[in-house]
């Protein structure tokens, strides 16, 4: 009997600590994963080296302005893609906390 009259408490407990912390968690893994098939930090880490390792006789400084031309665009363009990415996730959490209290308001205010 005393369990019943705990349940909106655990309701809230898991609404408001739980479910947020392991959405959290799984879009941290998502993010960890969106980065490395982008493999943005490792066209940050090589950002100075040649495009295609054209190490020959008088192309290494056309390879590396090419090549520092080329990843600046797709630096760009993964950062764009990661930040919408971010926003979404942003996005979910909020709803997911907003929801009960959206509720709640439309039901009884």
Do not use: C, H, Q
């Amino acid at each position: 009997m005393k369990f019943y009259l705990l349940l909106p408490l655990v309701f809230l407990k898991f609404w408001f600590l739980d479910a947020p912390i392991s959405i959290f968690l799984y879009f941290s893994s998502l993010n960890k994963s969106v980065l490395k098939v982008l493999s943005l930090p490792l066209l940050v880490k090589t950002y100075f080296k040649p495009w295609k390792n054209e190490y020959r006789e008088g192309l290494v400084g056309f390879s590396i302005g090419m090549g520092i031309f080329i990843k600046t665009f797709v630096i760009l363009a993964d950062l764009v893609f990661f930040l919408i990415v971010l926003s979404i996730e942003f996005l979910l959490i909020l709803l997911i906390v907003v929801f009960p209290i959206a509720v709640f308001s439309v039901l009884f205010i």
